[in-house]
């Protein structure tokens, strides 16, 4: 069953695109191309996706990246937790290992 416009989750930053709903306050790629490390130069990430920058900041505003073997997934913080930890016990997220 498709999601009514409604329904649809959007982009914690933009709020136009969709993304999933899998995680709190995601951003979309679009969004995520733009966010930068605490030096505030481009964020990176491993080839292999499995870890980069964090926090990372999107049009000033702290975002936390959870990485993986697929990639990494980029999440709004309106809370401006202390650390990525925090992040996770927060959102009911599992802890980084």
Avoid at 23 to 35: E, G, I, K
Avoid at 50 to 78: A, F, K
Wanted: with cysteine.
């Amino acid at each position: 069953m498709s999601k009514t416009e409604e329904e649809i989750t959007r982009c914690s930053i933009c709020g136009r695109e969709p993304v999933s709903d899998d995680y709190p306050r995601m951003v979309c790629p679009r969004c995520d191309a733009m966010a930068l490390n605490d030096a505030a130069r481009p964020a990176t990430a491993a080839e292999d996706g499995r870890w980069g920058d964090n926090p990372v900041y999107i049009e000033g505003r702290l975002c936390w990246r959870q990485y993986g073997p697929d990639g990494w997934v980029t999440m709004l913080d309106p809370a401006n937790c202390r650390d990525f930890e925090d992040f996770c016990r927060r959102n009911h997220l599992p802890a980084p290992p």
